[in-house]
């Protein structure tokens, strides 16, 4: 138990992405309104692109931007300790490219279902369901 | 030109998606001929790239020229050129099929319609050859979206399913993001081929374990592995013909491609089955959601109804005979992957024409149908031998090596589910068959001199139905080549 609160303090990235990714999953599960389902998913993808991010960080690493004649001058060898992992970033590039792509898709589905049936809010919709089949 | 081929089997329906939107302002009747133009290319392109494999082994495929582990390489081997060729057969005679549906339907958006049916394609067909993981989860995301679209077409509930597939399916690709990412923490890359070279330096780690797990999670909402299969039955049932023939025989299908790249080639053998619980617990699932799949297909009233649920159980075939981690479970769970989608295509395309005519497909409304649409009639009995798995058709001789995975294994609970499953695929089968055969013809008004009268579906959509039975008894017949020739060359070695 002694060894755990260090742990967690210095893991606190690994914590928080997995906070994010379950407030978004229970939105996903618990919410009743369509768009609030959608935002719940929004910020489970939000909570992996910020683990994606924070993997890349390195302690004392800076922008990894190679400036004329090298980092520490001369011609030399680049020290990839010194610069941050840019390839974690690039792929949430194409990751948010998705996240928002999806978000568009999910937000023109619930317009068609709330011309369909007047309202966001599932239990609603299931009872209307219910009501058209049980005629 | 051959040299290009694997990059021109993603390009070419990538591409005349973008032609053939812009077609649907200019001409709306040439989008029609062009998709089946592309993919009629595609699929050419395909059988090239199956023939070079078989003749020269597998092949490497550079993107612009940068090699790995920097660059995205293509690579089709032994395990995904049968698969490739499969995708877009399938793509094709179902759009052959799809096209009064097409028309009747999306007359006015055909050119958006068409271009959605090609970027799901190049979705897929990007999966199943691309050889770095990453790469994989953006194409799955294309395939997927595209999917969502296909189905929220539909009339009715449609959208409302797609919107709850669109959750459990984001839910399912994000957790294999993750997964990446632990992949990425432990190895340092993301080529597939470069993580297998170093997984056995780290047999030992828990971080990897961890991926593997959250993967395998990811890919099983995506697939619709028993407690995760919620959204499959509403958005396949609901959604509009031309597009569930496409995404049914499909999506689960190359998902489960995924996984046997995934454990084969990327975590290797030695790796995936290293943990017996996990294995174990796999198979139990798998077992779960064949008897689950068979008994809920069997309180449906609806024949669309009835097919997802049969996928539902076909699913857990696969994915139980790839856990047991043997080389016959692993061999039927690949040569299942070809014939289920065959068996799915036929099943959904004979729906299809049933629909088409009928306007229904409620079991009471098939009274009589093998005096109307006999031929229709004819290739839905072929698919269902299929299911069943009877011998010249190929679903016998998949299923044959997933019993014998489970018996090799002492794993009798799956053997026990499979049987199970074909004895309530027959007891589905034959209700249908005699309501569709018999009950006419005991209502005793003295019909019997004249029968239903003959009124077959139009000849795009029997011709390909036609041609997909047929496919199955010759896949049934040439199912040995097959696996010596193909499935057993990319089983890599380790594998009992």
């Known amino acids: 138990m002694t060894d755990l609160l260090p742990l967690m303090a210095a893991k606190y990235n690994y914590w928080i992405y997995t906070i994010l990714m379950m407030t978004g999953l229970y939105a996903m599960i618990a919410k009743n309104n369509l768009v609030k389902k959608i935002i719940g998913m929004n910020i489970f993808q939000t909570a992996i692109i910020l683990f994606y991010v924070s993997i890349a960080y390195k302690t004392g690493g800076t922008l990894p931007i190679i400036m004329e004649g090298g980092h520490g001058g001369g011609h030399g060898a680049i020290n990839a300790a010194d610069y941050i992992n840019p390839l974690p ?12 792509a999806t978000m568009g898709v999910a937000l023109a589905l619930a317009i068609k279902v709330y011309r369909q049936y007047g309202t966001l809010e599932e239990d609603d919709i299931n009872h209307q369901i219910r009501t058209q089949a049980g005629q | 030109m051959t040299h290009h081929f694997p990059a021109l089997l993603i390009i070419v329906p990538l591409l005349s998606a973008l032609i053939v939107s812009a077609m649907g ?8 001929p062009l998709a089946v133009a592309a993919l009629s290319g595609a699929l050419a392109i395909s059988v090239g790239l199956l023939t070079q494999v078989m003749a020269t082994g597998p092949i490497a495929y550079k993107m612009a020229g940068w090699s790995p582990p920097i660059g995205i390489t293509y690579v089709i081997d032994y395990l995904n050129a049968p698969i490739l ?15 009064t549906w097409i028309e009747k339907d999306f007359s006015e958006k ?8 090609l970027l799901f394609l190049s979705g897929m067909v990007g999966i199943v050859s691309t050889g770095d993981a990453f790469n994989l989860y953006v194409l799955l995301e294309i395939g997927s979206l595209t999917g969502y679209a296909l189905i929220g077409l539909g009339k009715e509930r449609a959208p409302l399913s797609s919107l709850n597939y669109l959750f459990m399916g984001t839910i399912g690709a994000s957790f294999y993001l993750l997964g990446i990412g632990y992949i990425y923490i432990a190895t340092g890359t993301l080529n597939m081929a470069d993580i297998a070279s170093m997984i056995p ?19 099983f909402v995506k697939m619709a592995l028993f407690p995760m299969h919620g959204w499959l039955p509403n958005a396949y049932s609901n959604a509009p013909s031309a597009s569930a023939g496409l995404i049914a025989p499909l999506t689960t299908k190359v998902m489960i491609y995924a996984m046997v790249r995934l454990g084969l080639t990327v975590f290797t053998p030695q790796f995936t089955f290293s943990r017996g619980m996990l294995s174990e617990a796999i198979v139990w699932v798998a077992v779960a959601a064949i008897i689950a799949g068979s008994l809920l297909a069997l309180m449906q009233r609806r024949l669309s109804r009835m097919l997802t649920y049969i996928i539902v159980a076909e699913v857990g075939y696969m994915v139980g005979g790839f856990w047991l981690g043997n080389e016959a479970g692993v061999t039927g769970a690949t040569l299942h992957i070809i014939n289920d989608a065959a068996m799915t295509l036929t099943l959904f395309l004979a729906v299809s024409a049933i629909t088409w005519k009928l306007g229904s497909d409620k079991f009471e409304d098939l009274q009589g149908l093998f005096g109307k649409m006999p031929f229709t009639m004819m290739g839905f009995v072929i698919a269902a031998l299929a299911v069943i798995g009877i011998p010249p058709t190929c679903g016998f001789f998949s299923k044959w090596y997933l019993i ?4 090799n294994a002492g794993q009798w609970a799956f053997v026990g589910a499979l049987l199970f499953s074909s004895l309530t695929n027959a007891v589905l089968f034959f209700r249908i068959f005699e309501i569709a055969f018999f009950e006419p013809f005991a209502t005793g008004h003295g019909h019997h001199d004249h029968g239903p009268t003959f009124s077959e579906a139009p000849l795009t959509m029997v011709v390909p139905l036609i041609v997909a039975a047929i496919s199955l008894i010759a896949l049934g017949l040439y199912s040995g080549d ?9 089983i890599p070695a380790g594998i009992a």
């Not at chain 1, 970033?89 to 928002?100: D, F, R, Y």
């Not at chain 2, 060729?85 to 096209?99: M, S």
């Not at chain 2, 055909?110 to 049916?117: D, K, M, S, T």
């Open chain 2, 201 to 219: 330096q780290l047999a030992e780690s828990s971080t990897l374990f961890l991926a593997l797990i959250i993967c395998m999670a990811g890919l």
């Open chain 2, 482 to 490: 097959i696996v010596t020739k193909l499935i057993q060359l990319a």
């Open chain 2, 110 to 117: 055909i050119g958006a319609y068409l271009a959605l049916y």
């Open chain 1, 89 to 100: 970033h690039t792929l949430m590039l194409t990751a948010i490219v998705v996240s928002v």
């Open chain 2, 404 to 407: 014998t995975a489970g018996i």
């Open chain 2, 25 to 32: 302002w200019i001409n709306r009747r040439w989008c029609f």
């Open chain 2, 85 to 99: 060729v499969v995708i877009l057969a399938v793509a094709l005679l179902n759009l052959i099929a799809a096209k």
